[in-house]
């Protein structure tokens, strides 16, 4: 029997395809019930942390693929059981364990301030403060504040002793955490400081009374911020001042002498009549109490 | 105390129900390999789980009493006896998900604490996410040493003392969550009341008088997020309204003679009613634009523009009588009446932009600029009236006011990669910008100030992790400034810190830290010498896992050293005002489970910090701690804390304060 030139040719290509699909290599990717089959403790983990919701995600295309979102294809490790046929964001270089979180997570509002975060520049990378596997109320963000302290404090030691001093914000009581006055993602301000009102000092969140306008404005209040006479994290002086002495905190800038360069500088001539030896003068806010801004009084009386 | 009570009450009836049944057709978590439905169960907890777990800690402080002083105690403690909710913290899961997938709730200190806290965060997959913040802070400031002029007359009187409470609360709500379109709301009230000492200001001399203060913003804010795969946007629209209503009085019957010691012309001054009242409302909007997107796969862009306008108006008055003295006059008078209207609004405009480009796989250079532009703008009118002693006389002002500054910095950084381990970052930053400040009409010496900011900074840094136990990073910056805003502001500094985090075993971690900050500003008529340098050293060792015993510690010492010159007021004399403060931090903790034969084994935790100063105030507080946990169920812990303060000054004696405070209760957790 001759066969058709037509069919024959349409026998071929299906014999090709068919082939084709055979010599297909296998997918790189094993599926995440693969990984459970091993890392059991750590899939259950994940399966209550934040990232559960990849395993049925359509939108990022790792649908029953969660493990490798992060981890990369995982059926050479699969069959080999090395750790070196799989990627590890924990043991990665900062750029490189950031480029797989930032795959998912650039496209946030927490990453805009990435351009003026210290983290991003010396290289923290996000795996140092998330924690991806972790179970417990304590999952990848942590939200408990005296958990936050101690993860911000592990790096930041410096700052952790200074919060033993006696006059500070109540962080080691538990009152407060690093992220309510610091954005750990990166800020406009300086030190990743956290805004209030879009972009003024997150000190307002609290201390709505120092916010104004003032009638009256005090400069370094609204030039340099709150640290300009305050240590904020802690310091041996009343009201966490910079200086033992309030005169000295006052007079370092009202110096009565002449200023620096072409502008000069800002606020160095006091009034002259005050008697620094005399108790009553000792402490310029006992008058200039409105010392943050004055509604009323030009010399920040009342 | 309300809530605490409330929570007693309820917690027996918490502990006592049944967890619901478990849902339909669970998967067995240590099945192998799983269904498929259950190895994407995206919030169902495994079966075994309750719907309530966590704990509540309920106890009882006492305390010894406090000697030395209980107002500095007050100040900087300020821990009181009686019943405590002391912690909690809990998840509520609803496996069936009907108005939320799990509900946490944390709380701290509640029962007459100077500081609570209440967290609640809620939400279901995709469809909300609520969360509740309460805070309520007791801010009681009363020490001598800082603002009493009397104290040479035996007064103990601080004229800048405090007894008020901040509270603070915060709802946000957040729909659609990891939808690409996310609208949320939020709304933040931040509150003030309490009373205090304050002075009055009465031209010639000042009189210390009880004062009320109230104040409170509130904080409305709603905006939508768009997240997509190339680009993302967030909106935002907000508002605020503020309003501050402080009080000063006296009342009649009381002589006040205020601070001033002397006789004014044989006279001796007094004020004997006093009724001072502010009232100020204000209202700002703001509006918040934030965009990241990523146009090629070497480059993503970044940007915020934020505006706000905050304003305020105010009305003030007072009156007062008394022997009174005008100094500019050298009039006395026995009657004063004030009243003044004012008005300010300082629009604020922030706006940055960057980009970081990836030209080559080992090489990203990141671009910014940023610039910040406020304006302030006051007016005031206001008349005095004088009276009394055959004087009738009335003054009327009007004020202006103006504050702007205008603050631009430019940077740009280049990070190289040269291996996987190591990383290298380079940097410039400028930063230029330019302020002034003026009241009009001009009057006495000061009436305008301008400043120029010009500072040129070198950045650099290294990232050095050859494996993942061992960590070393340093960073540099060092800067030349032109021209700065005041005498104390950084100019020719040089900044440097030094980090190594090593994990010496599974058990062991130690970490070190150094920090320095040099800054000079040597312009004639400043002579800025300022040099501040820390090291830290920390440890955490954990035997076994720290099944047994675990131990943490840290070691701080850091040095402060600052000097500047000044002109004493008085006589135009050079001064230095120098500032030392050299101190030595230490924290500890040890975690010891006592070995037992019983079920429940004892656990032992003691520790606490230490902190010594020398230099131009002499310090000294210890805070040690100890604390026992004993299991006395398998949902029931007791626990029993001690805790000591000590404080003490060395130029302050009369400050110093000890107490100790002994803290037992039960936890109950599931």
Same mark, same amino acid.
């Given at each position: 029997?001759?066969?058709?030139?037509?069919?024959?040719?349409?026998?071929?290509?299906?014999?090709?395809?068919?082939?084709?699909?055979?010599?297909?290599?296998?997918?790189?990717?094993?599926?995440?019930?693969?990984?459970?089959?091993?890392?059991?403790?750590?899939?259950?983990?994940?399966?209550?942390?934040?990232?559960?919701?990849?395993?049925?995600?359509?939108?990022?295309?790792?649908?029953?693929?969660?493990?490798?979102?992060?981890?990369?294809?995982?059926?050479?490790?699969?069959?080999?059981?090395?750790?070196?046929?799989?990627?590890?964001?924990?043991?990665?270089?900062?750029?490189?364990?950031?480029?797989?979180?930032?795959?998912?997570?650039?496209?946030?509002?927490?990453?805009?301030?990435?351009?003026?975060?210290?983290?991003?520049?010396?290289?923290?990378?996000?795996?140092?403060?998330?924690?991806?596997?972790?179970?417990?109320?304590?999952?990848?963000?942590?939200?408990?504040?005296?958990?936050?302290?101690? &993860?911000?404090?592990?790096?930041? &030691?410096?700052?952790?002793?200074?919060? &033993?001093?006696?006059?500070?914000?109540?962080?080691?009581?538990?009152?407060?955490?690093?992220?309510?006055?610091?954005?750990?993602?990166?800020?406009?301000?300086?030190?990743?400081?956290?805004?209030?009102?879009?972009?003024?000092?997150?000190?307002?969140?609290?201390?709505?009374?120092?916010?104004?306008?003032?009638?009256?404005?005090?400069?370094?209040?609204?030039?340099?911020?709150?640290?300009?006479?305050?240590?904020?994290?802690?310091?041996?002086?009343?009201?966490?001042?910079?200086?033992?002495?309030?005169?000295?905190?006052?007079?370092?800038?009202?110096?009565?002498?002449?200023?620096?360069?072409?502008?000069?500088?800002?606020?160095?001539?006091?009034?002259?009549?005050?008697?620094?030896?005399?108790?009553?003068?000792?402490?310029?806010?006992?008058?200039?109490?409105?010392?943050?801004?004055?509604?009323?009084?030009?010399?920040?009386?009342? | 105390?309300?809530?605490?009570?409330?929570?007693?009450?309820?917690?027996?009836?918490?502990?006592?129900?049944?967890?619901?049944?478990?849902?339909?057709?669970?998967?067995?978590?240590?099945?192998?390999?799983?269904?498929?439905?259950?190895?994407?169960?995206?919030?169902?907890?495994?079966?075994?789980?309750?719907?309530?777990?966590?704990?509540?800690?309920?106890?009882?402080?006492?305390?010894?009493?406090?000697?030395?002083?209980?107002?500095?105690?007050?100040?900087?403690?300020?821990?009181?006896?009686?019943?405590?909710?002391?912690?909690?913290?809990?998840?509520?899961?609803?496996?069936?998900?009907?108005?939320?997938?799990?509900?946490?709730?944390?709380?701290?200190?509640?029962?007459?604490?100077?500081?609570?806290?209440?967290?609640?965060?809620?939400?279901?997959?995709?469809?909300?996410?609520?969360?509740?913040? !309460?805070?309520?802070?007791?801010?009681?400031?009363?020490?001598?040493?800082?603002?009493?002029?009397?104290?040479?007359?035996?007064?103990?009187?601080?004229?800048?003392?405090?007894?008020?409470?901040?509270?603070?609360?915060?709802?946000?709500?957040?729909?659609?969550?990891?939808?690409?379109?996310?609208?949320?709301?939020?709304?933040?009230?931040?509150?003030?009341?309490?009373?205090?000492?304050?002075?009055?200001?009465?031209?010639?001399?000042?009189?210390?008088?009880?004062?009320?203060?109230?104040?409170?913003?509130?904080? !409305?804010?709603?905006?939508?997020?768009?997240?997509?795969?190339?680009?993302?946007?967030?909106?935002?629209?907000?508002?605020?309204?503020?309003?501050?209503?402080?009080?000063?009085?006296?009342?009649?019957?009381?002589?006040?003679?205020?601070?001033?010691?002397?006789?004014?012309?044989?006279?001796?001054?007094?004020?004997?009613?006093?009724?001072? %009242?502010?009232?100020?409302?204000?209202?700002?909007?703001?509006?918040?634009?934030?965009?990241?997107?990523?146009?090629?796969?070497?480059?993503?862009?970044?940007?915020?523009?934020?505006?706000?306008?905050?304003?305020?108006?105010?009305? !003030?008055?007072?009156?007062?009588?008394?022997?009174?003295?005008?100094?500019?006059?050298?009039?006395?008078?026995?009657?004063?009446?004030?009243?003044?209207?004012?008005?300010?609004?300082?629009?604020?405009?922030?706006?940055?932009?960057?980009?970081?480009?990836?030209?080559?796989?080992?090489?990203?250079?990141?671009?910014?600029?940023?610039?910040?532009?406020?304006?302030?703008?006051?007016?005031?009118?206001?008349?005095?009236?004088?009276?009394?002693?055959?004087?009738?006389?009335?003054? %009327?002002?009007?004020?202006?006011?103006?504050?702007?500054?205008?603050?631009?910095?430019?940077?740009?950084?280049?990070?190289?990669?040269?291996?996987?381990?190591?990383?290298?970052?380079?940097? !410039?930053?400028?930063?230029?910008?330019?302020?002034?400040?003026?009241?009009?009409?001009?009057?006495?010496?000061?009436?305008?100030?301008?400043?120029?900011?010009?500072?040129?900074?070198?950045?650099?840094?290294?990232?050095?992790?050859?494996?993942?136990?061992?960590?070393?990073?340093?960073?540099?910056?060092?800067?030349?400034?032109?021209?700065?805003?005041?005498?104390?502001?950084?100019?020719?500094?040089?900044?440097?810190?030094?980090?190594?985090?090593?994990?010496?075993?599974?058990?062991?971690?130690?970490?070190?830290?150094?920090?320095?900050?040099?800054?000079?500003?040597?312009?004639?008529?400043?002579?800025?010498?300022?040099?501040?340098?820390?090291?830290?050293?920390?440890?955490?060792?954990?035997?076994?896992?720290?099944?047994?015993?675990?131990?943490?510690?840290?070691?701080?010492?850091?040095?402060?050293?600052?000097?500047?010159?000044?002109?004493?007021?008085?006589?135009?004399?050079?001064?230095?005002?120098?500032?030392?403060?050299?101190?030595?931090?230490?924290?500890?903790?040890?975690?010891?489970?006592?070995?037992?034969?019983?079920?429940?084994?004892?656990?032992?935790?003691?520790?606490?910090?230490?902190?010594?100063?020398?230099?131009?105030?002499?310090?000294?507080?210890?805070?040690?701690?100890?604390?026992?946990?004993?299991?006395?169920?398998?949902?029931?812990?007791?626990?029993?804390?001690?805790?000591?303060?000590?404080?003490?000054?060395?130029?302050?004696?009369?400050?110093?304060?000890?107490?100790?405070?002994?803290?037992?209760?039960?936890?109950?957790?599931?």
């Amino acid at each position: 029997m001759r066969s058709d030139p037509g069919v024959r040719f349409l026998l071929l290509v299906a014999a090709a395809f068919l082939t084709a699909e055979a010599q297909q290599p296998a997918s790189p990717y094993a599926g995440s019930e693969a990984c459970q089959a091993c890392h059991e403790d750590i899939y259950n983990a994940f399966a209550k942390g934040a990232h559960r919701g990849i395993e049925n995600d359509e939108k990022h295309g790792w649908k029953g693929q969660a493990c490798e979102s992060c981890h990369g294809p995982g059926q050479k490790h699969v069959e080999s059981a090395a750790a070196a046929d799989i990627q590890n964001p924990a043991k990665m270089g900062a750029a490189q364990a950031d480029k797989v979180c930032l795959s998912c997570h650039l496209h946030e509002p927490t990453r805009v301030g990435r351009l003026d975060s210290g983290h991003a520049k010396n290289q923290v990378a996000c795996t140092a403060c998330h924690k991806i596997h972790t179970t417990g109320p304590e999952l990848t963000a942590l939200r408990k504040a005296s958990t936050i302290n101690a &993860q911000c404090t592990s790096c930041h &030691q410096g700052v952790w002793a200074q919060f &033993q001093k006696p006059f500070r914000h109540k962080l080691p009581e538990g009152a407060m955490s690093c992220v309510d006055c610091h954005n750990p993602h990166g800020n406009i301000r300086p030190a990743m400081m956290q805004t209030f009102a879009a972009n003024e000092p997150g000190c307002f969140q609290c201390h709505g009374d120092k916010r104004g306008p003032f009638t009256f404005e005090h400069g370094p209040v609204r030039f340099e911020g709150c640290g300009t006479c305050h240590e904020p994290h802690g310091s041996s002086n009343p009201r966490m001042l910079v200086r033992h002495e309030v005169r000295l905190v006052c007079l370092e800038c009202h110096a009565s002498l002449p200023g620096a360069g072409p502008g000069g500088v800002i606020g160095v001539v006091p009034p002259s009549f005050h008697d620094l030896r005399s108790a009553r003068f000792q402490n310029c806010t006992v008058c200039h109490q409105k010392i943050h801004g004055s509604y009323v009084d030009r010399n920040l009386l009342r | 105390m309300k809530l605490s009570l409330t929570l007693i009450a309820i917690l027996p009836a918490l502990l006592a129900q049944q967890p619901p049944a478990p849902p339909q057709a669970p998967a067995p978590a240590s099945a192998s390999p799983p269904p498929a439905a259950a190895a994407t169960a995206d919030t169902s907890p495994a079966p075994a789980e309750s719907w309530l777990t966590g704990s509540i800690d309920l106890g009882y402080r006492f305390s010894t009493g406090v000697g030395g002083s209980f107002d500095a105690y007050r100040s900087i403690v300020n821990l009181g006896e009686g019943p405590k909710l002391l912690g909690a913290d809990f998840t509520l899961t609803d496996p069936k998900h009907r108005l939320f997938d799990q509900v946490r709730v944390r709380a701290t200190t509640w029962g007459g604490e100077p500081y609570s806290t209440f967290h609640l965060d809620a939400g279901k997959a995709r469809r909300y996410l609520f969360n509740a913040d !309460y805070r309520d802070v007791a801010y009681f400031n009363f020490l001598p040493s800082y603002a009493d002029p009397l104290l040479g007359r035996g007064i103990v009187l601080n004229e800048q003392s405090f007894d008020t409470r901040r509270r603070a609360a915060s709802f946000r709500l957040e729909l659609l969550p990891g939808n690409w379109f996310v609208p949320y709301l939020a709304y933040d009230n931040d509150s003030g009341s309490g009373t205090g000492a304050t002075a009055f200001v009465s031209d010639a001399n000042e009189y210390p008088v009880p004062t009320n203060l109230r104040d409170s913003t509130h904080l !409305y804010r709603g905006g939508v997020r768009f997240e997509l795969r190339r680009f993302h946007v967030t909106l935002e629209q907000g508002g605020t309204t503020f309003k501050d209503d402080q009080s000063l009085f006296q009342n009649s019957g009381v002589q006040n003679p205020g601070n001033a010691l002397t006789p004014v012309f044989g006279e001796t001054l007094s004020l004997n009613n006093l009724l001072a %009242a502010y009232g100020v409302r204000g209202t700002s909007i703001y509006s918040k634009g934030l965009m990241t997107a990523s146009p090629a796969s070497w480059i993503d862009l970044y940007g915020q523009f934020l505006y706000s306008q905050p304003d305020s108006n105010v009305h !003030y008055q007072h009156a007062a009588t008394g022997n009174l003295f005008a100094q500019d006059q050298l009039l006395f008078y026995t009657g004063e009446e004030y009243l003044l209207t004012a008005a300010a609004k300082l629009p604020h405009t922030t706006a940055s932009f960057g980009a970081e480009i990836r030209p080559l796989h080992r090489l990203r250079i990141v671009e910014s600029w940023m610039t910040d532009r406020m304006h302030s703008a006051g007016s005031s009118s206001s008349t005095l009236a004088l009276s009394g002693l055959g004087v009738s006389e009335q003054t %009327a002002a009007l004020l202006a006011s103006s504050l702007a500054n205008n603050y631009n910095q430019q940077e740009i950084d280049a990070f190289f990669d040269a291996t996987s381990k190591l990383t290298f970052r380079g940097g !410039y930053r400028y930063v230029w910008g330019d302020a002034n400040y003026a009241v009009l009409p001009a009057e006495g010496l000061v009436s305008s100030d301008q400043g120029k900011l010009r500072r040129h900074v070198a950045l650099g840094s290294v990232s050095f992790r050859p494996n993942h136990k061992l960590w070393i990073s340093g960073n540099i910056e060092g800067a030349s400034s032109s021209g700065v805003y005041f005498r104390t502001s950084l100019y020719n500094y040089q900044q440097f810190r030094a980090q190594v985090r090593y994990e010496i075993s599974s058990s062991l971690n130690v970490a070190a830290d150094f920090s320095l900050l040099n800054n000079q500003n040597p312009t004639a008529g400043i002579k800025y010498d300022y040099l501040a340098r820390q090291e830290s050293f920390s440890l955490f060792w954990s035997p076994g896992g720290g099944k047994v015993w675990s131990v943490e510690g840290s070691y701080t010492r850091s040095d402060l050293r600052s000097d500047i010159g000044y002109l004493s007021p008085q006589d135009f004399q050079s001064q230095t005002s120098s500032y030392r403060d050299n101190s030595n931090t230490a924290t500890a903790l040890l975690n010891a489970k006592l070995p037992s034969r019983a079920p429940f084994a004892l656990k032992m935790t003691a520790g606490g910090s230490l902190f010594v100063s020398s230099g131009s105030r002499p310090t000294r507080y210890y805070q040690p701690l100890a604390s026992l946990w004993l299991p006395l169920g398998k949902h029931v812990n007791w626990f029993a804390e001690w805790r000591y303060y000590g404080y003490g000054e060395t130029f302050y004696l009369y400050e110093g304060f000890r107490s100790h405070l002994v803290t037992t209760g039960l936890r109950f957790s599931r």
